[in-house]
């Protein structure tokens, strides 16, 4: 197998196209920066920043704090995070005419879904024990953690989960996904990634049953749960990507010329043979 480990986001590229995969893992080819990485590079950042001063946010709530006012504590540090996060980022949003007021919305929705959850939470917490400050915050479960890291050489498997929900009796992985949400269930590419990362999760010895796909836009929860189908998906998948880099074969042109009209790597591609060949000497 080539050097390095398959990540859990290469299963999803495989599933879109095997052939695109193969340029990038074996060809070594890069996509140029586009729109959809910088938001998704401010939306990671931003996540991780709010989890991260979470702790901050709960010990300055107090005893005589109310609902409305623990939300204010809240959507202040939530907004404060979000507008440094864009204004690190002023240089790339022009390069790719992102206009800043545009993506703090867009961000903003799904901060709002955090920031309802976390106030409920706290203020039922408040109410029930009188607690404030630090001793609310030693209480609250469950505690998150964003961008958290995981790998497996016996998988040959490697991830980053978005958010990680730690509750006193259970541990549950999200996966947060900007776009469409379907009418049931979860679309079949993120059923595998977050089946991935809760397999990589149970071999780093943490006992999880489920995971969930949060459609952000939509604010919408849906439960995977991690069965022997899923892992048997995820593993052959693995398996056929180990398998895919170790033959060194192109796979031929997708079917869906659809994807291709808005593939970075079109130009490279088609410059290749468009039928399975051993290209790696030549190239
Ligand atoms: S141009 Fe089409 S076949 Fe080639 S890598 Fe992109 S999506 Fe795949």
Known sequence: MAEGMINVTDLSEYIYCQRKLFLKKVLFMREPQNESMVRGSIKHKFNEESCLNEKNVVLRIQREHEIKDIKEIYEKSYSDILKNTIKINMGLLNQFNIKPEEIFEKNWIGALQDIDERTNAIAELKKRTGFSSMDLWKSLFPKIKAEVK???????LKGIVDRIEYFEDDIVPFEIKTGSCPREGVWPSHSVQIGAYLLL????GIKVKKGVLRYSDAGIDRDVVLNQF????????VDKIVNMIDAKELPAICDNRNKCANCALRGKCYELPATPENVVEEY
Do not use: D
């Open 230 to 237: 899923l892992e048997m998906e995820v593993l052959n998948l």
């Open 201 to 204: 999760m149970r071999e780093s």
């Open 150 to 156: 995981f790998e497996s050489k016996a998988m040959k």
